[in-house]
């Protein structure tokens, strides 16, 4: 089965402060999807990647997928505390089932 | 509707008794994906649907779960003879497809005394 690890398992940054998480994947990548959650609440799409190479942004947020499509990273430029929460990746693997790593805690300190 | 619905959003009940919990799924959303989120823990997968099929109930921890979904829609998952260990958050996903996005529903926090 496909197994995903996240780097680091958590981080702590002062505000406006630059970070990036990792998500490693044991098997190729069809379909990389990042997630936010914050405490006691459901999970909030923010990206999903599919093709080697490719990279998308929303706001401050960037996630890339590498060319070998095994691993994706996540960057967050100018960091706040709205951006604290978990951050997940998950991927589909070729039979159709929808698999997370076990999370990043990122807290953004003012 | 404009989201997942999932409900209860929170449950309290005693250890050894019936629980049903239950998830709308965006209109015209074909595939469904039930979680397990326990304190401190990643996201367990239970169970996947394709319409009113389930093709992958591998993550299911025990003959004591069990779900259905009827009409290609409304999802319901069962415990039966609760136990303290079953304590978590329930997570219910949507998607239209593989190439799409998966829409999270607010969970169901249950909780076994």
């Known amino acids: 089965s496909q197994e995903l690890e996240q780097s680091p398992q958590s981080l702590i940054v002062q505000e406006g402060k630059n970070l990036t998480i990792n998500c490693t994947s044991s098997?190729?990548?069809?379909?990389l999807y990042w997630y936010k959650q914050k405490y006691g609440e459901g999970l909030i799409f923010l990206m999903m990647l599919q093709k080697g190479g490719e990279e998308k942004s929303h706001e401050k947020i960037t996630a890339k997928l590498d060319e070998k499509k095994q691993q994706s990273s996540l960057h967050i430029t100018a960091s706040q505390p709205s951006h604290a929460g978990i951050y997940l990746c998950?991927?589909?693997?070729?039979?159709?089932?929808?698999?997370f790593g076990k999370g990043t805690l990122l807290t953004v300190n003012p | 509707g404009a989201g997942v619905s999932q409900s209860p959003s929170n449950k309290v009940t005693e250890k050894g008794k019936d629980v049903e919990l239950r998830c709308d799924p965006i209109s015209g959303h074909t595939a469904l994906y039930w979680y397990r989120q326990s304190l401190g823990q990643g996201l367990e997968f239970l169970i996947y649907f394709q319409g009113n099929s389930a093709p992958d109930k591998s993550g299911l921890p025990s003959d004591r779960f069990s779900a259905e979904r009827t009409g290609g829609s409304v999802s319901t998952l069962t415990i039966q003879r609760t136990q303290q260990e079953d304590s978590a958050v329930y997570l219910c996903?949507?998607?239209?497809?593989?190439?799409?996005?998966?829409?999270f529903g607010s969970g169901t926090r249950l909780t076994v005394v």
């Open positions: 996903a949507s998607s239209p497809g593989i190439n799409y996005g998966y829409t």
């Open positions: 998950g991927a589909v693997g070729s039979n159709y089932k929808l698999t």
């Open positions: 098997k190729t990548l069809y379909g």
